[in-house]
């Protein structure tokens, strides 16, 4: 799928031309079910949403859900395939200044992969109602941990710029 019309270049950023071969390949395991169709009408990240979505698993990768059951958390990686990838400085409406797409969440990236911890809220067979997505209906799921507390949580944890912002 082609990315969204909606993304243009803002003042300050910039741009790259991508290889046109890929290093490696990925298999889309399901389909994810949101209200949002539009950009626009998509939140701008997973904790400004209490919109309960569905994952939606292929019937190929329905016996990797085995032993979920009793799991509250879960991180999901999506596949943004609406968004541009060529983008490497960008411009958050948000911020006074540019920022190198590595220091943002933005879906606009050279591999647009995005990451949400989730609410498990049900399971029924192949899909599953989830709290805490701010993607695109239809969205291709990549894949689905566990979330574990004692390992993903890092309460110390800083980004550079915003540490900045909040002391400047």
Known sequence: MRPDPEFGLRPGEEAAALPDTFDAGLHFIGRIRTPWARRADCPKNSAQSDAVCTIEVAPLFAPALAGLAGTTHLIVLYWMDRAPRGLLVQQPRHAGAPRGTFALRSPARPNPIALSVVDLLAIDGMRLSVR???????????????YFASTDAKPQARVGWKATESTG
């Open 132 to 146: 805490g997505l701010d993607c695109l209906d239809g969205t291709p799921l990549l894949d689905l941990k566990p």
